[in-house]
């Protein structure tokens, strides 16, 4: 999570063949040589609501370790008094984070339904890329 990672990319988002509604994109950061990280992938889903305020974005960091997909690092924002976690310590509502197996409640006050750019920039710092692509907001 901490590796510094760069893309360039210009994020092209496609419906998920088995969720309708459900948008998809990824990309592979590189380090600071322009090598891609190996076996590092991002994956961005947002879910396109009929309201805005029924949101649910999840962006993803994973490392592909000895053929198993493992989640470093995942955002997921949804409504605030949404039920977005059922977890050992009890349910998370709205916005939280993984890191590893650990899910924390996001109390960043500019998380929120309808602003995917600005969720977008907040996993980018927490994940360390620098992010010089177009993020191509697909609502």
């Known amino acids: 999570?901490?590796?510094?990672?760069?893309?360039?990319?210009?994020?092209?988002?496609?419906?998920?063949?088995?969720?309708?509604?459900?948008?998809?994109?990824?990309?592979?950061?590189?380090?600071?040589?322009?090598?891609?990280?190996?076996?590092?992938?991002?994956?961005?889903e947002i879910k396109?609501?009929?309201?805005?305020?029924?949101?649910?974005?999840?962006?993803?960091?994973?490392?592909?370790e000895h053929g198993v997909r493992r989640r470093v690092y995942q955002l997921n924002v949804s409504p605030a008094n949404k039920r977005s976690h059922n977890g050992l310590d009890g349910p998370v509502y709205g916005p939280h984070e993984h890191i590893g197996e650990r899910v924390s409640p996001v109390t960043d006050p500019t998380i929120v339904c309808g602003r995917p750019d600005v969720a977008f920039e907040f996993f980018c710092r927490r994940i360390s890329l620098r992010f010089s692509g177009h993020f191509n907001a697909p609502l």
């Open 1 to 44: 999570m901490a590796l510094p990672k760069s893309s360039a990319a210009t994020l092209t988002w496609a419906e998920r063949e088995n969720h309708f509604g459900v948008l998809l994109a990824s990309m592979q950061p590189e380090d600071d040589t322009g090598a891609i990280v190996p076996g590092c992938t991002v994956q961005l």
């Open 48 to 64: 396109r609501p009929r309201v805005v305020e029924r949101c649910l974005y999840e962006f993803g960091l994973f490392q592909l």
